[in-house]
């Protein structure tokens, strides 16, 4: 499939298009334009296995354009190699399977010519657009080839497992077909209440440290409180009107710079001195193995207490609406990638977002369809 480019050619971006589609049968590879998309099924439906690289993006956009879903087996290229390197190359590309079986390498004309310089696919010469995608086709067929002669020789045993990863691929496609529906508007309503519930934290460690001048999302700041150091803050004063200028009846100000010191807390664990000298590490982690009492221990436990709200604030209540946003999805619809070939345990991997162990909070705006 070739595609627009928004969002890397995410199919579930309502701004993408489809251009082209290649394929390669045994006897040649052809490519259809918008006009005769449709042309292509008859060969699909003659096919006895489907292969690809990255073959979850195709299936998503023939079921996009065309309402295409695969009713035979597939052969995906990254599952193989990720399995012949006993599961440590995260995400193959053709370009280097190709390079390492000798079989030629991809075609990079395009890439120079039109999309490094923002010229999008839908407005690329058709002519040039099929040359390359017909050659990445080809490519896909040969490592295709030599994929196969391994699997016949010198890892066999591995094959039952890859089958078991293309069958799952199909199972993976359909979850992130469906995505998962998302209650933006009350995620929203509920961030606004964390917000207010941050804000009182805060007000509380303010009154335990007798200052208002440190911000609680900076490690450095956080780093100046436990374990003592400087924080100026600049304080403004009205000094009269600017008479000319576009500034003309704005009020002018001087800045003034108060230092303010605030005493050693507590001792910094061994190791977590950071790059930037006088600082240490105030990640939760460290927090959690300090060893502090009365006054100290009071503040710390506020300080995990707010973490905990600003990540359930910012990874979900607004994260994942913001991630919708930015991947322009249909509205309260979240489509993760669901990823085989990243951890080296085999396990699966969700990302854009990752909605694996979401927090309880947010699995309640997560709306059940069955």
């Known amino acids: 499939m070739e595609t627009t480019t928004s969002n890397d050619g995410n199919p579930f971006d309502l701004k993408n298009k489809l251009v082209l589609i290649q394929l390669k049968n045994k006897e040649k590879s052809i490519y259809f334009t ?135 691929l199909l199972v993976l496609q359909e979850m992130e077909w469906n995505g998962i529906i998302y209650d933006e508007i009350n995620s929203l309503v509920k961030s606004k209440d964390i917000e207010y519930s941050i804000l009182i934290l805060e007000d509380k460690i303010n009154e335990l440290v007798e200052s208002d001048v440190l911000n609680y999302n900076s490690g450095d700041d956080i780093s100046i409180l436990l374990y003592g150091g400087t924080k100026v803050k600049e304080i403004r004063f009205p000094i009269g009107f600017y008479k000319t200028g576009i500034k003309t009846g704005q009020p002018r100000y001087k800045i003034i710079k108060e230092t303010i010191e605030f005493p050693k807390r507590v001792t910094p664990l061994k190791g977590s001195e950071l790059s930037k000298e006088g600082f240490y590490a105030t990640n939760i982690p460290t927090l959690l193995s300090l060893k502090t009492t009365g006054k100290t221990k009071k503040i710390i436990d506020l300080l995990l207490e707010r973490s905990a709200l600003e990540k359930i604030n910012g990874t979900y209540l607004k994260g994942f609406p913001k991630t919708r946003e930015k991947y322009n999805w249909p509205v309260n619809k979240l489509h993760s990638s669901l990823n085989q070939c990243v951890a080296s345990t085999g396990r699966l991997s969700s990302t854009k977002p990752n909605q694996q162990n979401l927090a309880d909070l947010a699995k309640s705006f997560c709306i059940t369809r069955y």
């Open 34 to 168: 918008k006009e005769d998309f449709h042309l292509c099924l008859s060969h699909l439906e003659k096919a006895s296995l489907l292969v690809g690289q990255n073959i979850k993006f195709d299936l998503h956009w023939m079921r996009r354009e065309l309402g295409y879903i695969p009713k035979v087996p597939i052969w995906e290229l990254q599952n193989a190699e990720f399995l012949f390197s006993n599961q440590q190359w995260k995400y193959p590309d053709l370009d280097t399977m190709c390079k390492n079986y000798g079989v030629g390498e991809k075609i990079h004309t395009i890439e120079e010519k039109y999309w490094s310089k923002g010229i999008d696919t839908d407005e690329i010469p058709v002519l040039e657009l099929a040359e390359y995608g017909i050659h990445d086709v080809e490519l896909t067929w040969k490592v295709f080839q030599e994929q196969i002669k391994r699997f016949q020789n010198d890892i066999n045993n591995k094959f039952p497992l890859f089958r078991l990863l293309c069958n799952d």
